[in-house]
Antibody
Framework: EVRLVESGGGLVQPGGSLRLSCAASGFTFSNYSMNWVRQAPGKRLEWVAYITSSSSTIHYADSVKGRFTISRDNPKNSLYLQMNSLRAEDTAIYYC??????????WGQGTLVTVSS | SYVLTQPPSVSVAPGKTARIACGGN??????VHWYQQKPGQAPVLVVY???DRPSGIPERFSGSYSGNTATLTISRVEAGDEADYYC???????????FGGGTKVTVL
């Protein structure tokens, strides 16, 4: 059974940093590209970042470019999102999601990030 | 950037058919994917590549499109189908995915 479990969310002040993790199991993690997708309270889903299986290609949404860094550790079956210079508008539930073609076939349960003073 | 438009809400009686539209300029020819999200839960892929269903998704869920509108159809609606539904496609001009605003399906 495919499982994605996010962790690392919490309350952080504007300008602060946070590192999210996603632990993957039930599939060969190193074979799949992965993503972070977020959802602000009551809002639509918003793709945040993408990384290929070998980390050779990385893309970011314009809203986070230069502030967030996606990475992965294949031997540890883990995906990460380093978030710096956080803003109030970054407040959201952050999901890791496994790519399936141009869709997202599996999602974690999400971790809540709240940016507030 | 590309915009996908969905109606905010759709109401349907149990056993009837719900149709959720997703519109966008020149959507024809682009693959559209659909997700179901129940309150407090993560999204679940219910239709991908316009009309394919992942394993475990009931045949009651189907996708289609005509012109500039993609449609998710839920046949024989059940109370458990009450959820938000999002369409998604790839915006090739900006090289990133785009999600619709979501449609809340209420089972009467």
């Amino acid at each position: 059974e495919v499982r994605l479990v996010e962790s690392g969310g919490g309350l952080v002040q504007p300008g602060g940093s946070l590192r999210l993790s996603c632990a993957a199991s039930g599939f060969t993690f190193s074979n799949y590209s992965m993503n972070w997708v977020r959802q602000a309270p009551g809002k639509r889903l918003e793709w945040v970042a993408y990384i290929t299986s070998s980390s050779s290609t990385i893309h970011y949404a314009d809203s986070v470019k230069g502030r967030f860094t996606i990475s992965r550790d294949n031997p540890k079956n883990s995906l990460y999102l380093q978030m710096n210079s956080l803003r109030a508008e970054d407040t959201a539930i952050y999901y890791c999601a496994r790519t399936q073609g141009a869709a997202y076939g599996y999602w974690g349960q999400g971790t809540l990030v709240t940016v507030s003073s | 950037s590309y915009v996908l438009t969905q109606p905010p809400s759709v109401s349907v009686a149990p056993g009837k058919t719900a149709r959720i539209a997703c519109g966008g300029n020149n959507i024809g020819g682009k693959s559209v994917h659909w997700y179901q999200q129940k309150p407090g839960q993560a999204p679940v892929l219910v239709v991908y590549d316009d009309s394919d269903r992942p394993s475990g998704i009931p045949e009651r869920f189907s996708g289609s499109y005509s012109g500039n509108t993609a449609t998710l159809t839920i046949s024989r609606v059940e109370a458990g189908d009450e959820a938000d539904y999002y369409c998604q496609m790839w915006d090739s001009s900006n090289n990133h995915p785009v999600f619709g605003g979501g449609t809340k399906v209420t089972v009467l």
